[in-house]
T-cell receptor, first 113, second 114 residues
Framework: DAGVTQSPTHLIKTRGQHVTLRCSPI?????VSWYQQVLGQGPQFIFQ???????GRGNFPDRFSARQFPNYSSELNVNALLLGDSALYLC????????????FGQGTRLTVV | AQSVTQLGSHVSVSEGALVLLRCNYS??????LFWYVQYPNQGLQLLLK??????LVKGINGFEAEFKKSETSFHLTKPSAHMSDASEYFC????????????FGSGTRLSIRP
């Protein structure tokens, strides 16, 4: 079975632009979470979605938004990109929202110039 | 509120020596605790987790960790280091499960000397 897949793997954007990152969870998993990992730091929680509804939100500005589709895949959108948004964005999926294990994808490396 | 502190941003041990990565947590509710490993340019892989029950938890690749409530610690150990263990390790805490919000520590880079 395929693991959590994220696309693209790398991308470069200019300040002020908008970006969309995509995540496909493991087949059968209904919960998706997003994390931002700035170089040299641990991941920080951005959002959790379960059954297409937002179940949790971290301390990120409104420029960050996400959604989950009927097939449980998810998109993370970031508007008005700042240099500080450069990071590895990780997606994690789990079977249900209370599952004790989340599986992480390999991430999308976003560079803002 | 929950938080995690990893003591030592970089740990270096000789091949075959004991690995000890330190983690202390803060939580107002019974925590779920995790150790993850991250290989270069890759996502996170779960090494082991503590939810309830036995306080000594065994994980993959010979790693284990002990939950000590009185010390609010969850240190990661491995009796004999292997070159392939060199990587970045993250301790993490969650209020309910790893499917919900996970709070990560800042990470410890483990280096193995030949």
């Amino acid at each position: 079975d395929a693991g959590v897949t994220q696309s693209p793997t790398h991308l470069i954007k200019t300040r002020g632009q908008h970006v969309t990152l995509r995540c496909s969870p493991i087949s059968g998993h209904k919960s998706v979470s997003w994390y931002q990992q700035v170089l040299g730091q641990g991941p920080q929680f951005i959002f959790q979605y379960y059954e297409k509804e937002e179940r949790g939100r971290g301390n990120f500005p409104d420029r960050f938004s996400a959604r989950q589709f009927p097939n449980y895949s998810s998109e993370l959108n970031v508007n008005a990109l700042l240099l500080g948004d450069s990071a590895l964005y990780l997606c994690a999926s789990s079977l249900v929202s209370s599952d004790t294990e989340a599986f992480f994808g390999q991430g999308t490396r976003l560079t803002v110039v | 509120a929950q938080s995690v502190t990893q003591l030592g941003s970089h740990v270096s041990v000789s091949e075959g020596a004991l690995v000890l990565l330190r983690c202390n947590y803060s939580s107002s509710v019974p925590p779920y605790l995790f150790w993850y490993v991250q290989y270069p340019n890759q996502g996170l892989q779960l090494l082991l987790k503590y939810t309830t029950g036995a306080t000594l938890v065994k994980g993959i690749n010979g790693f284990e960790a002990e939950f000590k409530k009185s010390e609010t610690s969850f240190h990661l150990t491995k009796p004999s280091a292997h070159m392939s263990d060199a990587s970045e390790y993250f301790c993490a805490v969650s209020r309910y499960s790893s499917a919900s919000k996970i709070i990560f520590g800042s990470g410890t880079r483990l280096s193995i000397r030949p």
